[in-house]
């Protein structure tokens, strides 16, 4: 009964700022962030940024210099940082990760909810 949670979206004009969370909750030892992707309706999911194992980062063209993923091992968390935020950011966010049990077992390419985010111009 693991879970993967995104919150932190919401409505905001063009040129401000959110910060959006991916936490996991359940029998979780640890959560193995692979990245945040967005949807815009009508269009396909894409990638916008991606974490490693060790915490290398890398980011879509479209938002590098203005989103900054991170993470909280010790909360089994996930953040995305957007600033200076454009109308063409606007979208559902999901967070993917793989999630390691308590038992030791991995169960692969979870994903969250999604929170929608609305830039306004």
């Known amino acids: 009964q693991v879970q993967l949670v995104e919150s932190g979206g919401g409505l905001v004009q063009a040129g401000g700022s959110l910060r959006l969370s991916c936490a996991a909750s359940?029998?979780?030892?640890?959560?193995?962030?692979k990245g945040w992707y967005r949807q815009a309706p009508g269009k396909q999911r894409e990638l916008v940024a991606t974490?490693?194992?060790?915490?290398?980062?890398n980011y879509a063209d479209s938002v590098k210099g203005r989103f900054t993923i991170s993470r909280d091992n010790a909360k089994n968390t996930v953040y995305l940082q957007m600033n200076s935020l454009k109308p063409e950011d606007t979208g559902v966010y999901y967070c993917?990760?793989?999630?390691?049990?308590?038992?030791?077992?991995?169960?692969?390419?979870?994903w969250g909810q999604g929170t929608q985010v609305t830039v306004s111009s």
């Open positions: 359940g029998s979780i030892f640890s959560i193995n962030a």
């Open positions: 993917n990760a793989d999630l390691v049990l308590k038992s030791w077992r991995v169960e692969y390419d979870y």
């Open positions: 974490i490693t194992s060790d915490g290398s980062a």
